[in-house]
């Protein structure tokens, strides 16, 4: 499975982003895609994840902010974020492959930079 992520740049707190990832390869074999970031420093987390039924799983950070979609037979997965924050600054990654909303499958993406100005 190839992943690749578009959407992320530079916006003021408050503001909005979407990023997309658009899914080629052995698509069949995905349930759960979901996004990942990774702060300098910092552990690459959990954002959100939506598996083929689009059941959901969102980090706490995440809630009532971001919301996860996710296009089955077009292989493309969004996430919409608003009111961002500084803090939200991170390297944004696609994922693919999991059989659980909570812990990454084997598929990255090279990840889009999202930069959240105060």
């Known amino acids: 499975v190839q992943l690749v992520e578009s959407g992320g740049g530079l916006v003021q707190s408050g503001g909005s982003l979407r990023l997309s990832c658009a899914a080629s390869g052995k698509i069949s074999e995905i349930y759960v895609m979901g996004w990942y970031r990774q702060a300098p420093g910092s552990q690459r987390e959990l954002v959100a994840a939506?598996?083929?039924?689009?059941?959901?799983n969102y980090a706490d950070s995440a809630k009532g902010r971001f919301t996860i979609t996710r296009h089955v037979t077009e292989k493309t997965m969004t996430l919409e974020m608003t009111n961002l924050k500084p803090e939200d600054t991170a390297r944004y990654y696609c994922?693919?492959?999991?059989?659980?909303?909570?812990?990454?499958?084997?598929?990255w993406g090279q990840g889009t930079q999202v930069t959240v100005s105060s």
């Open positions: 939506i598996s083929t039924d689009l059941r959901t």
């Open positions: 994922n693919a492959g999991s059989a659980a909303l909570m812990v990454p499958g084997p598929a």
